[in-house]
C-alpha cells in the first residue's frame, strides 16, 4: 500500500469511528487496529487524532458546501429555496456518517469545522437570494444576512431530525419546508413589532 492509499484508508476509518462514537470515544489505538497498522503510522500522517479528526471534518465541510452551492441553479428565489432545501436533504441521505460528525461538537480548540460555523458558511453564501427578493418586495435587504441564518437554521435542524427519522421522504420535507420558510416569507412585515413589550 502506497502512503496515499493508507492515508486514505486511515482517513475512511476514522471517519466511519468518529460518526459512530464521536471525537471523544474515538482512540488512536482504535484507528490503529482496524487499519492493521501501528499507532505511530497514524501519529506519522496526521500527528495525531486532532489532525486526522480536521481533515474528515474539512472534508465534510466542503463536500456539503459544494452540495448546496452546486444546487442553486435556478432564476426565482423560491426554486433556490427549494433546491438549498433538497441539497441539503440529499447530502444527509448520502453522507449520513458525514452529516453525524458534523453536527457533534467539535474538538476543544477548534475554531473552524462546527456546525454552527458551517451553517453560517451556508447562510453567507444563499443571503444573496434573499437580498433579491427584499429588494424586489421593497423590504430592506440588510435584513437578508439574517434571514439567511433563520432559514439555514431551521433546514439543518429538521435535517438533524430527519437524519434518523427518515419519514416522510425527501422530497415530502422539503417541500414542507419550503412551504413554512417561503410562506412565512411573503407574509413579511417591512418593519416587523413585538406584540408585548419585553420586560426591562
Known amino acids: 500500500m502506497t502512503s496515499a492509499e493508507r492515508r486514505e484508508q486511515l482517513i475512511v476509518i476514522a471517519r466511519a469511528l468518529f460518526a459512530q462514537k464521536g471525537y471523544e470515544g474515538t482512540s488512536v489505538e482504535e484507528i490503529a487496529a482496524r487499519a492493521e497498522v501501528s499507532k505511530p503510522v497514524v501519529y506519522e500522517h496526521f500527528g495525531g487524532k486532532e489532525g486526522l479528526y480536521a481533515v474528515v471534518v474539512d472534508r465534510e465541510v466542503r463536500s456539503l458546501l459544494d452540495t448546496v452551492t452546486a444546487s442553486l ?64 418586495r421593497g423590504l430592506d435587504p440588510k435584513n437578508a444576512p439574517m434571514y439567511a441564518q433563520m432559514l439555514v437554521g431551521m433546514v439543518a435542524l429538521t435535517g438533524q431530525w430527519w437524519l434518523d427519522a427518515r419519514r416522510p421522504k425527501k422530497q415530502d420535507v422539503a417541500a414542507h419546508l419550503v412551504n413554512l420558510a417561503w410562506n412565512g416569507l411573503s407574509g413579511l412585515e417591512a418593519k416587523p413589532t413585538l406584540s408585548t413589550r419585553p420586560h426591562k
Open 73 to 136: 441553479t435556478a432564476g426565482r428565489a423560491h426554486e433556490l429555496v427549494e433546491q438549498a432545501a433538497l441539497a441539503l436533504l440529499d447530502y444527509i441521505e448520502s453522507s449520513s456518517d458525514g452529516f453525524r460528525i458534523l453536527v457533534r461538537d467539535s474538538p476543544v480548540g477548534s475554531s473552524s469545522g462546527s456546525f454552527i460555523s458551517i451553517l453560517s458558511d451556508v447562510g453567507t453564501r444563499v443571503e444573496h437570494i434573499l437580498a433579491e427578493e427584499f429588494k424586489r
